[in-house]
């Protein structure tokens, strides 16, 4: 029953901002990374951005110095910064959370867990 819940969504223009957030639920969490990946129309799923358990960042190259992603203290929510916007960043944004359900008792290793997406429009 692991839900991850994402918003922020919407249509932007071109050298917009916007800003894009992800709460996982339903679980007790040993989290080992929390990020966002994104899919445009015609291509395959691309990396934007992911923090590690210790803190550190890693982005996709088509987004660094433009996109920052940051957590609350709780450890269980995820954001996404997007500044600079262009036509090319549009494509649905995926939250995805690699953890260990500690209320799964059945659960042991790290599994993947995936939101819905939401998509992000850049267009005048």
């Known amino acids: 029953q692991v839900q991850l819940v994402e918003s922020g969504g919407g249509l932007v223009q071109p050298g917009g901002s916007l800003r894009l957030s992800c709460t996982a639920s339903?679980?007790?969490?040993?989290?080992?990374?929390m990020g966002w990946y994104r899919q445009a129309p015609g291509k395959q799923r691309e990396l934007v951005a992911i923090l590690k358990g210790g803190g550190s960042a890693n982005y996709g190259d088509s987004v660094k110095g433009r996109f920052t992603i940051s957590k609350d203290n709780a450890k269980t929510t995820v954001y996404l910064e997007m500044n600079s916007l262009k036509p090319e960043d549009t494509a649905v944004y995926y939250c995805?959370?690699?953890?260990?359900?500690?209320?799964?008792?059945?659960?042991?290793?790290?599994?993947?867990?995936w939101g819905k997406g939401t998509l992000v429009t850049v267009s005048s």
């Open positions: 995805n959370l690699n953890a260990v359900d500690h209320s799964d008792p059945d659960t042991a290793a790290p599994m993947d867990y």
């Open positions: 339903g679980g007790i969490f040993s989290i080992n990374t």
